[in-house]
T-cell receptor, first 113, second 114 residues
Framework: QKEVEQNSGPLSVPEGAIASLNCTYS??????FFWYRQYSGKSPELIMS????GDKEDGRFTAQLNKASQYVSLLIRDSQPSDSATYLC?????????????FGKGITLSVRP | DGGITQSPKYLFRKEGQNVTLSCEQN?????MYWYRQDPGQGLRLIYY???????QKGDIAEGYSVSREKKESFPLTVTSAQKNPTAFYLC?????????????FGSGTRLTVV
């Protein structure tokens, strides 16, 4: 069973701080990595994708990937109360022509005003 | 606007009853997926389909069935064999293989057994 693990939460940070969300995965053949944000009662929305080792920045979000350590993280700078949500790490793997996403259990982030 | 439409938004099922959840997309995506979400469990894959008339079991397929007769449609049937069907069901589709592999999700169907 290919697994995706996220550090247990919930995580609480003050407004303006940096929130750091971490994820590890078990399948060394994984090629694509995603972070989704999910507000309560809503469906997940894609906020970051990363495919190569290193950092990828998009506005206040930075995704970091280290394939050797099988580790992917998401940093949220200048956290806002509107960032309060559950963040899901997802890993895409290919088996022949088939592709599927495996999700972690998610971590709930709360940004205190 | 292109997107994925799931219906109904809320569904109530009696014991021993089969129900079908609808998923339609107009994104011209080849691959479609069904996930189940329980509180604190993340998303678990039920079934997926890469092309019309073909589908594969995911991690928790028991008690579910699907069909893929059209590219745009991927309905999920929750059968009476599924003993604990109360959950939030999410349908997703994927961009073509080249470039970004991101998934787009529908708004979900919340199923409750009464």
């Amino acid at each position: 069973q290919k697994e995706v693990e996220q550090n247990s939460g919930p995580l609480s940070v003050p407004e303006g701080a940096i929130a750091s969300l971490n994820c590890t995965y078990s399948d060394r053949g994984s090629q694509s990595f995603f972070w989704y944000r999910q507000y309560s009662g809503k469906s997940p929305e894609l906020i970051m994708s990363i495919y190569s080792n290193g950092d990828k920045e998009d506005g206040r979000f930075t995704a970091q990937l280290n394939k050797a350590s099988q580790y992917v993280s998401l940093l949220i700078r200048d956290s806002q109360p509107s960032d309060s949500a559950t963040y899901l790490c997802a890993v895409n793997t290919w088996a022949g022509a088939n592709s599927k996403l495996t999700f972690g259990k998610g971590i709930t982030l709360s940004v205190r005003p | 606007d292109g997107g994925i439409t799931q219906s109904p938004k809320y569904l109530f099922r009696k014991e021993g009853q089969n129900v079908t959840l609808s998923c339609e997309q107009n994104l011209n995506h080849d691959a479609m997926y069904w996930y189940r979400q329980d509180p604190g469990q993340g998303l678990r894959l039920i079934y997926y389909s890469q092309i019309v008339n073909d589908f594969q079991k995911g991690d928790i397929a028991e008690g579910y069935s699907v069909s893929r007769e059209k590219k745009e449609s991927f309905p999920l049937t929750v059968t009476s064999a599924q003993k604990n069907p109360t959950a939030f069901y999410l349908c997703a589709s994927r961009t073509p293989r080249t470039g970004n592999y991101g998934y787009t999700f529908g708004s979900g169907t919340r199923l409750t057994v009464v």
